[in-house]
């Protein structure tokens, strides 16, 4: 940059970088942590208190569909095993469905394609603001869940993902209230066509009521827990570990 | 009788006029409380979800919007410039906009730059903490004030323009004495004029739920619990870019209203912010 910086501009950088600093520097107190904390505390419940439990997120008709559902996120994992079930077509690919169930499962993908099918024209939010239409076929998640009968200690629903991030496994976790709402589906089909790898083949959750990081993409593992404490960081999910992003992504 | 004994507002009936160069209690205790947390909250609320345009720095209209589709404004940059696309035309905002040096003095080609944005360097989650925590401080004490305002009355008696001072012509005389700063003096400054009281129902009544609607819009789970938003927004890019422009809206109200402030006589203005107290401006002899 060129040009002399005034006495008066250097004076209104000075405030406003002290202002915003401090703003930075607030942000990254305990105190702040826990009153943000409790803040997103309230909208979830505030939310959970005008949603029904079984409220539909808004479906679409073709029309409304975007004419490009652009990829983002990992579009390619580059585990050797997911490689190799993906060389193959996912023919001897399993999805497991285990922790507190009383009947694990571990189901192959033309087993999942043959089980009763949702199939919902639905709109996708990134958490950076762009939204895309797409169209999603694939097996309610409540269905596995009974199939695999939860047992009462379970609390949350976790996804185990085949990418990652810098070697730190993607994942994503639900409650139950999502679990086991209609619209929740593990997707094997979208826009009429079998799941594009770029959109997390050969299974990807649809999370509807959310923002797009919830909807784990390559979904390996299906896991039912009491408490997300234990697994990777303990706040639930890849991006909440990693970059400190909301649980509760209805907002 | 003191200037200040005549002006408190639990006299049942106004006492005789007050004149210039008298203290006037001018504003309430909610008045007050609620203006200035708002200097605080309306402030993050535009820092952060400057940040958050930050992360996808194009609007759209419709019910959806990505990268390969047409944006109506779109702000970038790269080594050599910044620009704004808005429709057909390219503005450059070299050094503002797209185009910027951080505290480090490196280049950054991020919408808004780091002086406007909380947090000052690049970081979604962190301004969606800040703007989901204000976004109750902005919404709770709003309604508190909207119901306050109602029931003493500072809405009928304060903000409702009467009736003829919405005649076109004494609108037209009140922009032109705006623009000539002739301000009022002596006992007609104890009340708003015309130009502040549609200014002021504007933002509290209509810009300011604006915001909380096409902020709610955009939420996935309140899309699923009141569609309706999505039907009076048109689609969820079209709330995100109304939320925009109210935004930009507001941020050109708090300009006007600061240079008023200053113009009309910064001390006297903020203290009757502060203690309720103003001074009327003497008459010109």
């Known amino acids: ?29 305990a105190a702040f942590r826990s009153v943000e904390g409790a803040a997103q505390d309230l909208t979830m419940k505030a939310q959970r208190l005008v949603i029904d439990r079984a409220a539909l997120a808004p479906e679409f008709s073709p029309a409304d569909m975007s004419p490009v559902f652009r990829t983002n996120g990992n579009v390619m994992p580059r585990s050797p095993a997911y490689l190799a079930h993906l060389e193959s077509g996912f023919a001897d690919w399993r999805l497991i469905v285990d922790g507190l169930v009383r009947r694990p499962l571990a189901l192959p993908l033309a087993r999942i394609r043959s089980l009763p099918a949702r199939t919902q024209i639905t709109r996708h939010d990134c958490v950076e603001g762009w939204s895309a239409i797409g169209k999603w076929t694939g097996v309610p998640l409540k269905l596995l869940l009974d199939g695999a009968g939860l047992r009462p200690e379970a609390r949350y629903i976790v996804f185990h993902c085949a990418d990652d991030f810098r070697g730190q496994p993607y994942y994503e976790s639900i409650d139950l209230i999502d679990a086991f709402h209609p619209q929740t589906i593990l997707a094997w089909g979208m826009n009429d066509l079998p799941l594009p790898v770029g959109h997390g083949a050969p299974l990807r959750l649809r999370l509807e009521r959310q923002l797009g990081y919830k909807m784990a993409k390559f979904v390996m593992r299906v896991e039912a827990v009491d408490d997300l404490a234990r697994i990777g960081r303990g706040m639930g999910g890849y991006w909440e570990d990693a970059a400190g992003y909301q649980w509760y992504a209805g907002i | 009788m003191t200037a200040d004994a005549q002006a408190e507002p639990s006299a049942g ?166 623009a000539r700063l002739r301000f009022p003096r002596g006992v007609k400054a104890r009340d708003y004029n015309i130009l502040q009281k549609l200014s002021y129902l504007g933002v509290i009544f209509l810009l300011l739920p604006l915001m909380v609607l096409t902020g709610l819009a955009m939420s996935p789970g309140m899309n699923a619990a009141w569609p309706w938003l999505l039907d009076l927004t048109g689609g969820r890019q079209s709330a995100r870019s109304i939320h925009f422009i109210v935004a930009m809206l507001i941020l050109a109200f708090i300009v006007v209203h600061l240079v008023m402030v200053v113009l009309a006589g910064p001390i006297n203005e903020i203290r009757s912010m502060i203690t309720g107290r103003y001074r009327l401006p003497r008459e010109k002899s």
């Open chain 2, 13 to 178: 009936e106004r006492p005789p006029a007050p004149a210039g160069g008298d203290l006037v209690y001018r504003h309430r205790w909610p008045t007050r409380l609620w203006h200035w947390l708002n200097a605080l909250t309306v402030f993050v609320m535009l820092m952060s979800g400057l940040m958050i345009f930050n992360a996808h720095p194009r609007l759209y209209w419709g019910k959806y919007g990505a990268n390969r589709d047409t944006p109506w404004l779109q702000i970038g940059g790269d080594r050599e410039r910044g620009h704004l696309v808005l429709g057909s035309l390219d503005i450059p905002t070299t050094g503002l906009l797209g185009h910027w040096y951080d505290r480090n003095g490196n280049l950054q080609n991020r919408a808004f730059p780091g002086w406007a944005t909380i947090p000052s360097h690049y970081d979604l989650a962190g301004a969606r903490s800040w703007h989901f925590l204000f976004a109750w401080l902005l919404f709770v004490p709003g309604v508190l004030f909207w119901m306050i305002s109602f029931l003493n009355r500072h809405v009928q008696r304060d903000l409702a323009p009467k009736r003829e001072e919405l005649a076109p012509r004494h609108i037209w005389q009140d922009i032109k004495d705006h």
């Open chain 1, 1 to 29: 940059m060129t040009g002399k910086i005034t006495r008066r501009q250097a004076l209104v950088i000075g405030t406003g970088g002290l202002l915003l600093s401090g703003c930075d520097r607030i942000g990254r107190t």
